[in-house]
């Protein structure tokens, strides 16, 4: 089945500056890759997400990159904001059965 | 967006206990709801895949008789908890999503069980 490796497990950076999370998959039939923000007791929100015929998407201040090839995708934030504070997922799915792996998760810490 | 509504949001009941949790997918027809377990600063484990009608599929190493899923209809399915003990503790989250459509999974709130 389908691994995903999510780097890195803690992740704090300064009120302004940008935050990368990188996820690696394992199979390659895996076609869309959504990412997801989860504060404390709360369900985790899509953020953005991808598909395997692009190779980068942009909504605002987030972007994810997606290298087929290598079997892996990033989240970018530029000029992160304390309220940006949470932790982050990836996950993947082969599209069967709409079936999400999710990663280990990456806990940002955006200080003041 | 989609909502999912998901009850209760929080459980804390005896040993011994059976729990039923309730997944509602409120304004589109859910073909498929997922649930799925999450203890303490660890990630999501899809615990089974529930399609309408028919039987759940379980993730491998989750017990399908303690873990019950019912898919009834399409915006309804239940997850009951059978006998839960101290380690069935955890938070317990579904999602719904209509197969075939370009929709991600819409997640509910989550039911955070306690079994003391």
């Known amino acids: 089945g389908e691994n995903v490796e999510q780097h890195p497990s803690t992740l704090s950076v300064q009120e302004g500056d940008s935050a990368v999370i990188k996820c690696t998959y394992s199979?390659?039939?895996?076609?869309?890759f959504p990412w997801y923000k989860q504060e404390l007791g709360k369900r985790p929100q899509l953020i953005i997400d991808?598909?395997?015929?692009?190779g980068e998407k942009k909504d605002q201040r987030i972007a994810v990159t997606l290298n087929k090839t290598a079997k892996h995708f990033s989240l970018h934030i530029t000029e992160t904001q304390p309220e940006d504070s949470a932790v982050y997922f990836c996950?993947?799915?082969?599209?069967?059965?709409?079936?999400?792996?999710f990663g280990t998760g990456t806990r940002l810490q955006v200080t003041l | 967006g989609a909502v999912v509504s998901q009850h209760p949001s929080r459980v804390i009941c005896k040993s011994g206990t059976s729990v039923k949790i309730e997944c509602r997918s409120l304004?589109?027809?859910?073909?498929?709801m997922f649930w799925y377990r999450q203890f303490p600063k660890k990630s999501l484990m899809l615990m089974a895949t529930?399609?309408?009608?028919?039987?759940?599929?379980?993730e491998q190493g989750v017990e399908k008789d303690k873990f019950l899923i019912n898919h009834a209809s399409l915006t309804l399915s239940t997850l009951t908890v059978t006998s839960a003990h101290p380690e069935d503790s955890s938070f317990y989250i579904c999602?719904?999503?209509?197969?075939?459509?370009?929709?991600?999974?819409?997640f509910g709130d989550g039911t955070r069980l306690s079994i003391l």
């Open positions: 529930s399609n309408e009608g028919s039987k759940a599929t379980y």
């Open positions: 999602s719904a999503h209509r197969q075939g459509s370009n929709q991600p999974q819409h």
């Open positions: 996950a993947a799915d082969t599209g069967t059965a709409s079936k999400l792996t």
């Open positions: 304004d589109f027809q859910a073909t498929t």
């Open positions: 991808i598909r395997s015929n692009v």
């Open positions: 199979d390659s039939a895996s076609n869309y």
